[in-house]
């Protein structure tokens, strides 16, 4: 990663932020930088400090997103796989014994067993990928803003 000196020469990690903390004839922007009213009257330290706040607090913000995003996948995963095995378990139980027999073993352990497996790696991936889509949009959304 390369580092973006400053005029003063302090190395900046991130290169977009030299468009907020550069000023009058080295500005990227036209007049004046967007921030530049706001952060004017202190120092470099604190606002340096103030961006990396910022910065830390998006990062937070992003991981809580995050995490209430795969809790609640989880929640639906697990629930519509329990709705699947609960149907199949209702099926045999309500017909009677003859044709519960008719069925075979192995074809209902098959079916209670690794069929399930395969229903909730199906419904886990569908679920990401569905999320995954829906935070890509977002994502643009917000850079297009």
Do not use: N
Not at 33 to 55: C, E, K, N, R, T
Not at 75 to 92: A, D, M
Not at 112 to 135: C, K, N
């Amino acid at each position: 990663m390369a580092l973006v000196p400053l005029p003063d020469r302090q190395p900046l990690v991130v290169p977009l932020l030299q468009v907020f903390l550069a000023s009058g004839a080295e500005s990227a922007l036209a007049d004046r930088a967007p921030a530049d009213w706001l952060l004017a009257p202190l120092g470099p330290p604190a606002q340096y400090a103030i961006l990396f706040a910022g910065f830390a607090m998006l990062m937070t913000l992003r991981g809580a997103v995050l995490v209430a995003r795969d809790t609640r996948l989880a929640q639906l995963q697990h629930g519509f796989v329990e709705t699947i095995k609960l149907g199949l378990f209702r099926r045999p139980a309500a017909a009677s014994w003859r044709d519960v027999m008719a069925i075979g073993r192995a074809r209902l352990v098959k079916a209670l067993g690794s069929d399930m497996i395969q229903v909730a790696f199906a419904v886990h991936f569908a679920l990401q990928a569905t999320a995954s889509a829906l935070m890509l949009a977002a994502y643009c959304g917000f850079a297009f803003v």
